[in-house]
């Protein structure tokens, strides 16, 4: 069987006949359809147009009232098909509705298109409200222009066909603008991509534009076993998932290797008319090779964001552990609620807000997650306060754990030995950092205080094994959380506020028992007032203070407050206020810590 004979469509005949009959292209074919060449070299869109334009014109009535029925399978066999024309696979022109295009190959790398077009839309493919329930199976397309777009999806109600399309074990690769472009008012939904790969540079591949005309109903994206490995290194240019328009996003069991630039998932667009904002990531692993990459931006004023089993940890060694690999601009609005489950986070998660966001509740939750690049896990966060800022988001924490050096990586405590601040030694089974150097005395340190005087040297007690989360040098004991048999868990208040004079909120849930709180206000501060300069509060009259602190000017580090404070449903005892009487350093932040 030679080529000719290889390239060719399926037509099915009426629905109630059960009819069908093969045609392959040949000398003596009826149509005069000729094969394309297929080596890579030829001029294959004359040919290929032709067969396209004749599926187009193969549809028939649903003998059912239905929508109307594609007759023709269009199939490639194995070979490197050259396309020079836009629209070449599926023009702008068809717009009629109809049900089953359906594009197969012989599998990824045995069928490959390469896309090459010198005018045009330089579209490989675009649906005008066309085409539903499409098939695009087994084909490598390779792009030559990283101004080529693979498929544009415009759909105007009516006809309201853009919907239903699936993708299985196809690849692009190449140079890529975008991947599937999608406009209009309605539709565009229902988009499946199965065992497929991304290679090469590749703008956006699910691009929604943040047009105010277009829709906020563009639904339902699937991902499954996906690969996006692109290898372009030019900064922030590649993006998997850029949704202007809100949208229900769900991806599981797929890879990100080798991402070296960009961000991965462009959350956008703060006013979705209360169209559905959801995204979720689950049983996937991202490598984040450079700090040009990070993996979410979000913008959305609504919705749920998850992240579920999903590993960062192979660059931990090598990403920047402040860079900002993912970020919630929240600016006055309750933002998309965030959930992490079970995985294993690098870089920082930034928080900005603005100045009406105390009116806003605002929820994110870490549970059972690791921040290898943390000894204290509180540094994993960034909060980027707006002008006369008075909010924040409210971050809890669940049996997540920061990192935790073993004892035996420093060295043994020494009698008479010289010591200078920061050093840190290990005896028995806790470590101990210098505070004031000098030289040790015979026995060394001993305890768990903050102050440990040996010979001239000051010590204070930094960790031992024992416990799930430590504190780096930069802060007391007094930001240790340590284990216990009831769970316990963590309401962050996020950065202190970016001026003096200032307060903010956050309400913990009913019938939970307070176990303790701290306000670390870093170390330093202007603006000192005679009066306490942090205040924790809770909202009852007259309110229980936790904490109440003067100060010189030189911050001291922590202050915390421990005890068993026990909340019922009344809402004032459950809010709690943290007054700012001075404007704290950068790296300040506050807590209370609960069981329930």
């Not at 991509?193 to 105010?212: K, L, Q, T, W």
């Not at 490995?229 to 590649?238: E, L, Y």
């Amino acid at each position: 069987m030679d080529r000719r004979q290889l390239f060719g469509w399926l037509a099915s005949g009426a629905l109630g006949a059960r009819a069908s009959e093969t045609f392959a292209s040949s000398a003596s074919d009826p149509t005069g359809l000729i094969s394309p060449v297929g080596d890579g070299i030829a001029d294959d869109t004359k040919a290929i147009g032709a067969f396209v334009d004749f599926a187009l014109r193969r549809i028939i009535p649903d003998p059912f009232g239905e929508d109307p029925l594609s007759t023709v399978e269009l199939r490639l066999p194995p070979g490197t098909f050259r396309i020079t024309a836009s629209e070449a696979l599926l023009p702008s022109s068809a717009t009629h509705k109809a049900r089953g295009y359906r594009l197969i190959g012989a599998g990824p790398g045995l069928t490959q298109v390469i896309f090459a077009p010198t005018s045009g839309s330089r579209c490989l493919m675009s649906n005008n409200g066309a085409f539903l329930q499409a098939q695009v199976e087994g084909i490598t397309f390779l792009s030559a222009s990283a101004e080529n777009t693979f498929l544009h999806s415009h759909n105007q109600n009516p006809p309201g066909a853009a919907q239903r399309w699936s993708f299985r074990h196809c690849e692009w690769s190449g140079e890529w603008s975008r991947g599937v472009y999608l406009t209009g008012n309605d539709n565009n939904s229902e988009w499946s991509f199965e065992d497929c790969g991304v290679s090469g540079h590749m703008g956006r591949f699910i691009y929604v534009p943040n047009d105010a005309t277009a829709s906020d109903q563009f639904l339902n994206f699937w991902f499954n076993r996906f690969k996006f490995w692109p290898t372009s290194a030019t900064p922030r240019t590649n993006c998997l998932v850029d949704m202007g328009r809100g949208g229900h996003v769900r991806i599981a069991q797929s890879d990100f290797s080798g991402f070296r630039s960009g961000v991965l998932f462009s959350l956008k667009g703060t006013s979705h008319a209360y169209g559905v904002c959801h995204f979720s990531l689950s049983d996937s692993r991202i490598e984040l090779h450079s700090a040009d990459a990070s993996v979410l931006e979000s913008e959305w004023p609504q919705g749920s964001i998850v992240f579920d089993r999903v590993d960062l940890s192979s660059q931990a060694p090598s990403y920047p552990p402040d860079t900002v690999s993912f970020r919630f601009d929240d600016v006055n609005f309750a933002g998309a609620s965030a959930t992490f489950r079970d995985c294993t986070l690098i870089g920082a998660i930034a928080f900005a807000h603005g100045s009406n966001d105390f009116e806003c509740a605002k929820a994110t939750v870490f549970e059972n997650c690791d921040f290898p690049q943390r000894p204290d896990l509180f540094r994993a966060f960034q909060f980027l306060p707006g002008t006369n800022d008075f909010g924040g988001r409210a971050v809890r924490f669940r049996n997540c754990r920061g990192s935790t050096p073993m004892l035996s990586s420093f060295p043994h405590w020494a009698a008479r030995t010289a010591y200078a601040a920061g050093q840190i030694v290990r005896l028995g089974p806790s470590a101990y950092e210098c505070s004031s150097g000098g030289v040790s005395g015979q026995t060394g340190p001993m305890g768990k205080a903050d102050r440990i005087a040996d010979g001239s040297v000051v010590w204070r007690w930094a960790f031992n094994n024992s416990r799930d989360y430590i504190s780096d040098a930069t802060y007391p004991s007094a930001t240790v959380l340590r284990p216990s048999g009831l769970a316990r868990r963590i309401a962050l208040f996020g950065g202190l506020l970016p001026s003096a004079d200032a307060a903010q909120e956050l309400i913990l849930p009913p019938n939970v028992i307070v176990t303790a709180a701290c306000v670390t206000p870093g170390r330093k501060g202007n603006e000192a007032s005679a009066t306490a300069p942090y205040r924790l509060e809770n909202c009852d009259e007259p309110p229980l203070v936790l904490i109440d602190f003067n100060s010189p000017e030189e911050s001291p580090g922590v202050l915390s407050w421990k005890g068993a404070l026990r909340l019922d449903e009344k809402i004032s005892r459950r809010a709690f206020r943290l007054i700012s009487r001075r404007r704290p350093a950068e790296e300040g932040f506050a807590y209370v810590e609960y069981i329930g």
